[in-house]
């Protein structure tokens, strides 16, 4: 059963403050990785921030601005949320960094008793594009707020992220989105993202308390991907895990596959490997399956605002006219608030109308990530993972018309979809 927030003794009755952190010797690094079970590609492990013992695979709800939209922090931790990402560039403008170092750090500034993590504001060159400029220097950005123009560095990144004080912290990188065709525009940004991850190490401030994670690069092309790798691992100690990065922004499912594939086998295997921006509930299956650890996305709340709830099957659209008369739960296997008190004919009346549905669906969608991931721990654990993956495809994919990417990404894994 998950705990009751209001009951629960781990849950504060007051305001979080670092008084309330676990003592941590500062002599000792603010990570630690420990695989408990590979099942082929795939591990399961714990992995101990300060703030929290975090077992993966994990998916991490995206709370941009320091909260995830239409959730407080209790509902978060009754949905068995470990850690919650946030935006630093979004956070840097507002409320700023200053603000957030002043109650404490991101964890009391949210009121957030768990870990966190801090991306490095690089991936709004992609989505705020016409907004940035890019030189060695930095990223140039013209604030959407009010105009203004703010130059972001990776001194100036991780400056920022040392003072909202996430367990995890990004490298700033040179990010291009997966479709750009401009190969030199690729090759300029992978070497860039290896010069601009010395400038982060030496930047780093509080290395005894927050971990930085450097960023693979290289488009979709594996021998950028391979020049980025041995840069970062050339790093040593200096990064204690690894995200994937430059994907999930347009590129075919074949060639998102073909690189989680390509680089998760090739970075160590006893640092944390995060694919940055997946959130689809069978990305998540197959990166896993890939080898990959930690997954993060807007999706599943943002789905969950127009009306869309996750089911093992797939999607259910509540909107849907189907639903009228349907009293059942949205999942009978869930045990989250949303599934035990409400029904599909009452979310039905008031999906994308009134914003509790927001809250209610948001409340289920995470909640179905976080059961999926600890399932899929629990099956590498007991080395059946293979059938797990199988099974859960199936149930996506009844008719077995399993699309080519599955199936390649499948292989790779050398899982047999052959039931």
């Known amino acids: 059963s998950m705990p009751d927030p209001h009951g629960d003794p781990s849950w504060p009755q007051r305001k979080i403050t670092n008084a309330d952190a676990p003592p941590h010797d500062e002599r000792t690094p603010p990570l630690s990785f420990e695989v408990l079970a590979v099942d082929g590609r795939a591990r399961a492990s714990v992995l101990a921030l300060a703030h929290h013992d975090c077992r993966t695979p994990m998916f991490m709800p995206v709370g941009t601005q320091g909260s995830v ?36 750090g991101l964890r009391c500034f949210m009121n957030w008793p768990r870990a966190t993590l801090t991306d490095s504001g690089g991936f709004q060159m992609v989505s705020l594009l016409d907004l940035a400029d890019i030189t060695e220097e930095g990223v140039t950005f013209q604030s959407p707020t009010d105009g203004s123009q703010m130059l972001l560095t990776p001194e100036k990144s991780i400056e920022i992220q040392n003072d909202i004080g996430a367990d995890i912290i990004m490298a700033l990188d040179d990010v291009v989105s997966s479709v750009t065709a401009d190969r030199a525009r690729f090759e300029e940004a992978t070497h860039r993202t290896t010069r601009w991850i010395d400038r982060c190490i030496a930047a780093h401030k509080r290395p005894h308390a927050q971990s930085l994670f450097g960023i693979v690069q290289g488009g979709l092309d594996l021998d950028l991907r391979d020049v980025s790798l041995k840069g970062l691992l050339a790093r040593g100690d200096n990064l204690p895990g690894f995200a994937i990065g430059g994907l999930a922004g347009g590129e075919s499912k074949e060639d998102f596959v073909r690189i989680v594939a390509h680089c998760a086998v090739r970075l160590p295997e006893n640092k944390p490997r995060y694919i940055m921006g997946v959130g689809y509930p069978l990305d998540l299956v197959v990166c896993t399956a890939l080898g990959a650890d930690m997954y993060d996305c807007v999706y599943p709340s943002r789905t969950a605002r127009f009306g869309t709830a996750l089911v093992p099957e797939g999607m259910l659209r509540l909107k849907s006219h189907s639903n009228e008369n349907d009293h059942r739960p949205i999942e009978a296997e869930c045990d989250c608030l949303t599934c035990k008190h409400y029904t599909r004919a009452q979310l039905h009346k008031i999906a994308t109308k009134e914003p509790r549905a927001a809250n209610l669906l948001t409340i289920h969608n995470l909640r179905y990530q976080m059961r999926l991931c600890s399932a899929m721990h629990t099956a590498i654990i007991e080395q059946r993972f293979g059938t797990f993956a199988r099974d859960f495809i199936y149930k996506q994919f009844p008719s077995g018309d399993i699309p080519l990417w599955v199936r390649q990404a499948m292989e790779y894994a050398e899982i047999d979809l052959i039931r």
């Open 69 to 104: 939209k239409g959730l407080t922090s209790a509902q978060l931790l009754d949905i068995e949320c470990q850690v919650v990402l946030g935006n630093t560039y979004h956070l840097g403008n507002r409320p700023g960094a200053d603000v957030v170092a002043q109650a404490g």
